[in-house]
């Protein structure tokens, strides 16, 4: 659908629903509640308040579990332990987040692991395309060993790591044109899509396989980007490009699925060093709760998002299985440069995990 007419529908649509006229657009599914917080109260260690930064916008899943880690402190220390959190990249970007965490400046973050490969270099596994086909397969990848030794792998670092969560299946987005195969990315006869990646050299490489032209941006600067076509596309999953309004700016989707990509719930260290050991064991505790219930809010959202951008006016393209396989055998280069340098045994231990998630 051509932007302006479909700008022309948002008007119309707007004009309806301030009239009245129009359906009322719930801005989010119907969520499973939280779990019942469970536990008891901690002893009295003092009062102590949090300050968490988050990349993404008030109806993400993201944001939701981290009210719900919050109300888990503040039932279970009686109101002694609170937490602010400071959505939609206000206090930064990823990046910026977990140089702050290192410098104390802030409490808790968030971040996509992908970002993260500069403090644990194994992290990059997750980037690898294609590794993880399905949820169950994601779930046992993060909560595996390996997963774990990677979040023990921060120690020394200023920052660590408490949980992995879901970011989700990432999908293409752009506002040039249809995209189902490799060839679409590249363009035979126009030039290959510019397309915004994370700042993370798997992810580069996955693009320029695929004959994209793509340019690292930390998530804050996306949006405008996109609105004044300093690239043409970007990929996420379906439930940040509904929650962070990229539809407005993005005429196509395609569902490549090309990478899961975790979220990390992160504290610092300073923090951390801070806390009575009885409010460290609850703050571990609650980082957990939260991010199993994250993982289910995020799978709760994945279809019901892309409906949402359909209806929304965004042309959403379903691909079949020789066009996943194209896309699969169009980044084989980037297994054959990443695999060695990520690790051939973490690699394998993913595939194995992977295999094993399938069978079930
Ligand atoms: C939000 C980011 C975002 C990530 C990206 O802080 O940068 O595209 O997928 O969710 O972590």
Redesign the pocket.
């Known amino acids: 659908m051509h932007h302006l007419l479909k700008r022309t529908l948002l008007v119309t649509g707007a004009t309806l629903l301030s009239s009245g006229m129009a359906y009322a657009q719930t801005s989010k599914p119907d969520l499973s509640e939280p779990p019942e917080i469970e536990g008891g109260v901690v002893g009295d260690h003092g009062s102590v308040t949090l300050r968490m930064g988050?990349?993404?916008a008030e109806s993400s899943p993201?944001y939701i579990s981290s009210q719900y880690f919050a109300d888990i402190l503040d039932q279970r220390s009686e109101g002694r332990i609170s937490v602010n959190i400071f959505p939609n990249?206000q206090l930064g970007?990823?990046v910026q987040?977990m140089e702050m965490l290192q410098t104390g400046t802030l409490d808790m973050t968030?971040?996509?692991s992908?970002?993260a490969t500069g403090y644990v270099e194994e992290l990059a596994v997750f980037d690898l395309p294609f590794l993880l086909p399905t949820r169950e397969a994601a779930i046992e990848a993060m909560r595996s060993d390996a997963a774990q030794e990677m979040l023990d792998a921060f120690d020394g670092t200023g920052i660590k790591a408490l949980a992995f969560a879901e970011?989700g299946f990432?999908q293409l987005s752009n506002s040039a044109r249809e995209v189902s195969s490799p060839e679409d990315v590249a363009g035979l006869d126009v030039r290959g899509l510019s397309v915004?990646?994370?700042?993370n050299p798997v992810h580069l490489a996955i693009w320029q396989a695929l004959g994209a032209n793509p340019t690292p941006m930390?998530?804050?600067e996306?949006f405008s980007a996109m609105e004044q076509g300093v690239v043409d596309g970007?990929?996420?999953?379906w439930s940040?490009i509904l929650t962070s309004n990229f539809y407005e700016v993005q005429d196509y989707g395609s569902e490549t699925r090309h990478v899961y990509?975790p979220?990390i719930k992160m504290i610092s260290q300073r923090t951390w060093d801070r806390l009575d050991p009885e409010y460290q064991e609850l703050v571990q505790e609650a980082a957990l709760q939260a991010a199993d219930y994250e993982i289910q809010l995020s799978s709760e959202y994945d279809d019901w998002a892309r409906e949402q951008l359909e209806e929304r006016g965004m042309q959403i393209t379903r691909l079949n299985d020789e066009q996943i396989a194209a896309f699969q055998e169009a980044v084989q280069p980037v297994y054959d440069e990443w695999a060695p340098r990520i690790g051939e045994d973490l690699v394998a231990e993913f595939q194995r995990l992977a295999e094993s998630a399938a069978a079930q």
């Not at 915004?196 to 700042?199: F, L, Q, V």
């Not at 970007?234 to 999953?237: A, K, S, T």
């Open positions: 988050l990349g993404l993201q990249s970007d990823d987040m968030y971040p996509s992908s970002p970011n990432r915004r990646t994370m700042e930390a998530f804050g996306l970007q990929e996420n999953p940040t990509t979220f």
